[in-house]
């Protein structure tokens, strides 16, 4: 299909790690993003992976890429109260177009 | 500081009117990027510019409209066409079209239709 999937949903206990999961749909896709939206507010960028990479770590951010099933993830590593938010993923097709999957509700309870 | 400044916030329309929102940015990007985002639906692509003077239809453009004429601004009217307005603008920008750094986002305007 055309759409980047993601879950709607995930709740963590503060401290515990986060693992938000996206799949995509174009294996020529040479980017691909995490964005994060507070309440309100517009998308953030957080961190992004090129398609030849199978792992980045950033602080607590981690992303792995499975290029074969075309999934990606973010983990968050001790997940507090501010990283409450939407996350989206998004893919950079060829042309430059970027394509969002739905977003992921990240509530974290203290 | 560079941004994109997306006004107003929050932005009342009876129905049957045309109404403007206004994106700006000071980052000297050459394109930008109008998205419309509705709960559980993600971000959909309106419009999109890729220079100054051009721009093209997105995934879900009709009853919308833009321009581009200064490098700057990016506005979006929303017209009487649009028959489900009532939705969250986001605007956004990149250095370039096809550039790897991704896009820097606006904060949005909120568009209720009364």
């Known amino acids: 299909g055309e759409d980047v999937e993601q879950s709607l949903f995930l709740s963590v206990r503060e401290g515990d790690s986060s693992v938000i999961n996206c799949t995509y749909t174009?294996?020529?896709?040479?980017?691909l993003y995490w964005y994060k939206q507070e309440p309100g507010a517009g998308l953030q960028l957080l961190t992004y992976i090129f398609s030849n990479m199978d792992m980045k770590q950033d602080q607590r951010l981690t992303v792995l890429l499975n290029k074969k099933d075309k999934h990606l993830s973010l983990r968050i590593a001790d997940t507090q109260t501010g990283d409450s938010a939407i996350y989206f993923c998004a893919e950079r097709r060829q042309g430059g177009k970027l394509i969002f999957g739905q977003g992921t509700e990240l509530s974290v309870k203290p | 500081d560079g941004g994109i400044t997306q006004s107003p916030k929050y932005l009342f329309r009876k129905e049957g009117q045309n109404v403007t929102l206004s994106c700006e940015q000071n980052?000297?990007?050459?394109?930008m990027y109008w998205y419309r985002q509705d709960p559980g639906q993600g971000l959909r692509l309106i419009y999109y510019s890729q220079i100054v003077n051009d721009f093209q239809k997105g995934d879900i453009a009709e009853g919308y409209s833009v321009s581009r004429e200064k490098k700057e601004s990016f506005p979006l009217t929303v017209t009487s066409a649009q028959k489900n307005p009532t939705a969250f603008y986001l605007c956004?920008?990149?250095?370039?079209?096809?550039?790897?750094?991704?896009?820097?986002f606006g904060s949005g305007t909120r568009l209720t239709v009364v």
């Open positions: 980052l000297n990007h050459d394109a």
């Open positions: 956004a920008s990149s250095i370039t079209w096809d550039t790897n750094y991704g896009y820097t």
């Open positions: 174009d294996s020529s896709s040479t980017y």
